[in-house]
């Protein structure tokens, strides 16, 4: 396990990044922790609530929603020390944050594993929005952070402006997996990257698998200053790297996270090393990732130059 | 009328009072000025005791900080390392750092006086933009210690150097390849560290809270020395959550005979909902004092222009950053400033950048068009960019402003060839339009950000003159009388007291700062030279000596 995953949900101030909250929070099959901006707009039934603990509620369902104050990190590691261990945490990210600079959090916490960064968009709204004079530079990075977009509020726009917002996403972000809801009602898959060994070579892959993975078991140790070379020239179709891997001359267990160009390299328990990419349909192909992973092995014959 | 009546006397006493601009005598009873003129004024009320130590000096209204932040009082408790000299609460003199070797012998000395091994040692106030040559590395601070937690905090509150001890507890090593870890060229942390991701996983392992330390009585009393020292009668503490807890502290601090500061504390809105917020400043304006004010509520629209955070309208930055951040949806601050405006509170709004300012002043325009309010009295903070066109529309709408005409002096030179290039660097701070266009004005330190001192800010407005000695934006220059005004009657009227202080006048509190030189006769340039004997507050005298 490379750590608890998380989920950064990103999005304008009303494009419904509560309401999605609210549904996963209500239809719950696994435990979430919840990291809320507005703690007063979560709507949970009473009959939900199990203890309601200042800024913190807990649920009947095992779940736990936080208010988050000016410490998103002090947020997850609190949540991250809890009795009752959560299995999967949501950041909610306030209405104008970047969520690239929140997803950032999950990187720097130890015990997290960083899932889509997801952005919630408002059909209706959207083309205006980045059109306003004051808004239109934020919703604009916003959108361009996002692994996954979640168009919100289809059954308000009318079909010329539902077309307007995909074409404006599809500029800002192209190829980005935009997946059409109303009410906020998510589905929960759509919060993790692809399991395990699901993978575009895979023909029972389900439809929104967009992502495309690939995993890789090192063979032996690999060369830390290597590993370091290959990491900063990777293409930007890879979105994550993690897993375990050994490294010379040691063989030191080490986990690695890799999210969009930034990374930890961290020591761990021994385990079984190995390492999943996740990426675009872009992704290189499975041989040349293997050659290039190959290239950090200890082993293995530098490149002449 | 038993009781007793003062007559203090001076060489000159510049009023304000427009009645009476200039008096040798002002007679204080119950705490309240009784009467200003000359001699007259000794057996005019009775009989009275004269009060003859401030014979030779000139006395003016005590000084109104109009954006202070009492945190100030807390910083003190860590040693300071900036580049410009600074005064400590007990009024010991600090000196300024002029290289990073002076602040690492600095802290080796502070370091080996520290009895407790594991506790971290944290210094405020590093300031490197005028060091020559290369930045502070984790080196530096391995030399002050490789075992103890070592970090120097940048006044500029966006960057942290921290030692190899540091790097070690937050886990950050050459394998941390995240965004706001500086590396030098081998790939090495330097320990300088940026961002809020990575700088609060540091303050957490030092545990430290930064600027959100919470504010006891004797850090109180430490910011009152701090500001009454430098001729400062009344003070914002213009970010406070205001939970039971900061109350109480407030009212204790503020109840006791010897404090000597009235306060002004501003709820920060947000961290409450709106109905929430609005319904406890409600409640706690009916708690206000003669020495503690309730009503304003602070809101927060952008980042800062050093820290290019602030939100700026087109060309954006001189040096190509991209815009910054609001801190707040504009649709959001739109319903947040309606709110609190309908429910007859008062709004003092953090504006830094050209296109915050005019967000907030339209917010504020709308707000007021649809529910027409007199007297209102909203402030932009900071609005350090604000064109013509934007003071024209704050006139309009009767808006206040309060410049940080500190800024000139301490970041004017940055502002010329970073952030805003050299022709709107030229209206930073533009007191000059304010005044010109009719806007109320104040000027402000944001203590600890720079010292609170208002004849230096009094002195940034009528010359502006940076660090490096320039003069940046020579139009926008005020007299001296305009910035006296600005620190004093300005201030208050941007609080809603002006009819109890900023003046010397009948009715109002005997609240006076004492000074070896009257500010509107000494060059402009001498203005920061001024010494400040004492203040007087509700009539007790606090002696600088």
């Known amino acids: 396990m490379t750590g608890v995953p998380l989920t950064v949900i990103g999005g304008f101030l009303g494009a419904g990044k509560t309401t999605v909250v609210n549904h996963l929070l209500r239809n719950a099959t696994r435990r979430w922790g919840v990291l809320v901006n507005d703690f007063g707009a979560i709507n949970i039934d009473a009959a939900l609530i199990a203890a309601h603990d200042g800024d913190t509620i807990a649920l009947t369902n095992g779940c736990v929603c936080c208010g988050m104050s000016d410490d998103l990190g002090a947020g997850l590691a609190r949540l991250a020390t809890r009795a009752s261990p959560v299995e999967h945490v949501i950041v909610e990210a306030s209405g104008v944050s970047d969520p690239r600079r929140i997803a950032q959090y999950a990187l720097v916490e130890p015990g997290y594993s960083l899932e889509p960064i997801v952005v919630v968009a408002d059909a209706r709204a959207l083309s205006e929005q980045l059109h306003d004079r004051w808004v239109a530079d934020t919703v604009r990075a916003q959108l361009a952070a996002a692994e996954i977009v979640l168009l919100n509020k289809i059954d308000l726009a009318d079909p010329a402006t539902l077309a307007a917002a995909c074409c404006a996403i599809a500029t800002i972000r192209p190829g980005v997996r935009v997946a059409e809801l109303c009410h906020g009602a998510v589905s929960e898959d759509l919060l993790r990257f692809p399991g395990a060994r699901a993978t575009r070579f895979h023909a029972d892959a389900p439809p929104w698998h967009e992502f495309v993975t690939w995993h890789w078991l090192p063979p032996a140790a690999l060369d830390r200053e290597r590993l370091r070379t290959m990491l900063r020239a990777l293409p930007a179709s890879v979105l994550r790297v993690k897993g375990f891997c050994r490294l010379a001359p040691d063989a030191a267990p080490h986990l690695l996270q890799f999210a969009s160009g930034q990374w930890t390299l961290s020591p761990a328990d021994a385990l079984e090393p190995s390492m999943v990419v996740i990426g675009t349909p872009d992704l290189p192909h499975p041989d040349a990732l293997t050659a290039l992973f190959g290239k950090t092995l200890a082993s293995s014959q530098p490149d002449e130059s | ?545």
């Open chain 2, 1 to 545: 009328m038993s009781a007793e009546t003062r007559v203090f006397v001076a060489r000159r006493i510049v009023t304000l009072n427009p009645s009476l601009p200039h008096a040798t005598h002002v007679a204080v009873r119950e705490g309240r000025i009784l009467g200003v003129g000359g001699p007259d004024m000794l057996d005019a009320f009775g009989p009275a005791a004269l009060e003859q130590r401030f014979a030779n000096d000139v006395i003016v209204p005590g000084f109104v900080e109009g954006h202070g932040h009492a945190v100030t009082g807390l910083m003190w408790r860590n040693p300071y390392v900036g580049y410009f000299p600074r005064t400590a609460p007990d009024g010991t003199q600090h000196p300024g750092f002029r290289s990073i070797a002076d602040v690492v012998a600095y802290l080796r000395q502070i370091e080996a006086a520290m009895p407790d091994a594991d506790r971290p040692l944290i210094a405020w106030g590093f300031d490197p933009i005028y060091f020559a040559g290369p930045r502070m590395t984790r080196a530096d601070l391995d030399a002050v210690s490789t075992r103890r937690m070592v970090v120097v905090a940048h006044v500029s509150g966006h960057i942290l150097n921290v030692n190899g001890a540091v790097l070690e507890r937050a886990g950050f090593s050459a394998d941390s390849n995240l965004d706001g870890l500086a590396r030098d060229a081998s790939g090495a942390l330097t320990g300088e560290l940026q961002g809020p991701a990575v700088m609060g996983r540091a303050n957490r392992v030092t545990g430290d809270a930064g600027l959100l330390r919470a504010i006891d009585v004797p850090a109180l009393r430490d910011y009152a020395a701090t500001a009454r020292r430098v001729g400062v009668t009344t003070s914002t503490d213009l970010a406070n959550v205001l939970s039971d807890a900061d109350v109480a502290v407030l009212r204790a601090a503020t109840e006791a005979d010897d404090f000597p500061l009235r306060l002004v504390p501003a709820m920060r809105a947000r961290e409450y909902s709106v109905a929430d917020g609005i319904a406890r400043l409600t409640a706690l304006r009916r708690l206000s004092t003669d020495r503690l004010y309730f009503g304003i509520a602070k809101l927060v629209v952008d980042g800062s222009i050093q820290g290019l955070t602030a939100r700026l309208r087109w060309p954006g930055y001189h040096n190509g950053a991209p815009n910054g951040l609001w801190y707040v949806a504009p649709a959001e601050l739109g319903g947040i400033v309606e709110a609190y405006h309908r429910a007859g509170l008062q709004l003092h709004i953090h504006t830094n950048g050209d296109e915050a300012s005019e967000l907030a002043t339209e917010m504020i325009g709308r707000a007021i068009s649809a529910y027409p309010r007199a007297d209102h009295r909203h402030t932009l903070q900071h609005c350090q960019m604000a064109d013509e066109a934007i003071f024209r529309r704050m006139q309009t709408f009767g808006m206040c402003v309060n410049l940080f005409s500190n800024h000139i002096y301490y970041w004017g030179e940055q502002h010329r060839t970073v952030t805003m290039g050299p022709s709107r660097a030229l209206r930073l701070d533009a007191c000059g339009t304010a005044l010109k266009v009719g806007v109320k004005l104040a000027i402000h330190s944001d203590t600890p950000v720079t010292p609170v001192d208002p004849l230096f800010t009094m002195w940034c407005a009528v010359n502006r003159i940076t660090a490096e000695g320039r003069v940046l934006g020579e139009a926008e220059r005020i007299t001296p009388a305009q910035a006296l005004q600005a620190v004093t009657l300005g201030a208050a009227y941007t609080l809603h007291l002006d009819h109890r202080i900023g003046s010397i006048d009948v009715g109002k509190f005997a609240d006076f700062a004492v000074l070896d030189r009257d500010p509107l006769e000494v060059e402009p340039m001498a203005l920061r030279d001024i010494s400040v004997r004492a203040t007087v507050l509700g009539g007790c005298v606090f002696d600088n000596t």
